[in-house]
């Protein structure tokens, strides 16, 4: 069955950067789509980007011109790089597939 784990995460000042990573196992990485998602507390869970199978990218507007979605095949891991960090950014960060499978999360923290 397929499982997921971010890492990655951290704390770091407003205008920093941070690399997240969702790494696989069970299928391989290509057969289906990959999003990432986060949720600050209080707050609904949002999507922020999607890696679709065909290597098609989708970010929300929010993140837009910040945010680059991709992936290694080989590690079976996507990747997903923060640019330019805002407070408004600080949330638990998943990564899921479309058929609902989620990893427990990387938190990132901006300060």
């Known amino acids: 069955h397929v499982q997921l784990v971010e890492s990655g995460g951290g704390s770091v000042q407003a205008g920093g950067s941070l690399t997240l990573s969702c790494t696989k196992s069970?299928?391989?990485?290509?057969?289906?789509?990959m999003g990432w998602y986060r949720q600050a507390p209080g707050n609904e869970c949002e999507l922020v980007s999607i890696?679709?199978?065909?290597?098609?990218?989708y970010y929300a507007e929010s993140v837009k011109g910040r945010l680059s979605i991709s992936r290694d095949n080989a590690k079976n891991t996507v990747y997903l790089l923060l640019d330019s960090l805002k407070f408004e950014d600080t949330a638990m960060y998943y990564c899921k597939t479309p058929a609902g499978v989620r990893g427990p999360g990387t938190q990132v923290t901006v300060s």
């Open positions: 890696l679709s199978a065909n290597g098609s990218t």
């Open positions: 069970g299928r391989p990485l290509d057969d289906a789509d």
